[in-house]
């Protein structure tokens, strides 16, 4: 079984600060981990995603995150928030070879001018 | 990446009423999915569309409630039944791109209200 747990359903940072949204997963094997966004009464964009091989992953419009196995975490990152990342963000998980996406219950992004 | 398209964008319907939702890719994929996203809540899935057999329906979701065509690799509906308010949700159609990305992709989604 899979699961994912995002912290926070809201978040609000200033326009220009840091941006960290949290992903923590359970799975009972190596899982694949994305993150995907949805813009308001849009579908899901996918912004980045981890398979294999190196555990910083970079995506769109400046996002990055990273694999931490030891952690079981995937938290998605950008350095500087821009008035358009408001956003609503879903972390989810699949298993290598299965086609079944979990999601996470979301967190929505406030950027404060 | 795949491009997928569904139709309507939005529909306002009355309690008691069908509605069909149509779903098209750009390409050839294998299995189709449909999610539903209630207000303010995350993505659920209610049934994996496979071409040339019958949809795999997840707990708690009925075929005579969702039934699902799949007549083709590019194509595949979604039906709310006797819809109810209950039933207003945004309905997302997604294929897995399993040969280049092993990646799932969204459409834009199906906006319903139900008065």
């Known amino acids: 079984a899979q699961s994912v747990t995002q912290l926070g359903s809201h978040v609000s940072v200033s326009e220009g600060a840091l941006v960290l949204l949290r992903c923590n997963y359970s799975?009972?094997?190596?899982?694949?981990l994305f993150w995907y966004v949805q813009y308001p009464n849009q579908g899901l964009q996918l912004l980045l995603k981890y398979t294999t091989g190196a555990t910083l992953v970079k995506g769109i419009n400046g996002f990055e995150a990273e694999f931490k196995k030891s952690e079981t975490s995937f938290h998605l990152t950008k350095p500087s928030a821009h008035m358009s990342d408001a956003a609503e963000y879903f972390c989810?998980?699949?298993?290598?070879?299965?086609?079944?996406?979990?999601f996470g219950t979301g967190t929505k992004l406030q950027v404060i001018p | 990446s795949a491009v997928i398209s569904q139709k309507p964008s939005r529909d306002i319907c009355q309690r008691g009423t069908s509605l069909t939702i149509q779903c098209q890719v750009d390409?050839?994929?294998?299995?189709m999915f449909w999610y539903r996203q209630q207000p303010g809540q995350s993505l659920t899935l209610i049934a994996t569309a496979n071409q040339g057999s019958e949809a795999t329906y997840e707990s708690g979701f009925v075929i005579d409630k969702f039934p699902i065509s799949r007549p083709n690799l590019t194509f595949s509906t979604l039906t709310v039944s006797n819809m109810s308010p209950e039933d207003s949700s945004i309905y997302l159609c997604s294929v897995h791109d399993r040969g280049r990305t092993d990646t799932q992709y969204f459409g834009p989604g199906t906006r319903l209200t139900v008065l």
């Open positions: 390409s050839q994929v294998t299995m």
């Open positions: 989810a998980v699949m298993r290598e070879g299965y086609q079944k996406v979990t």
């Open positions: 799975s009972s094997v190596p899982p694949y």
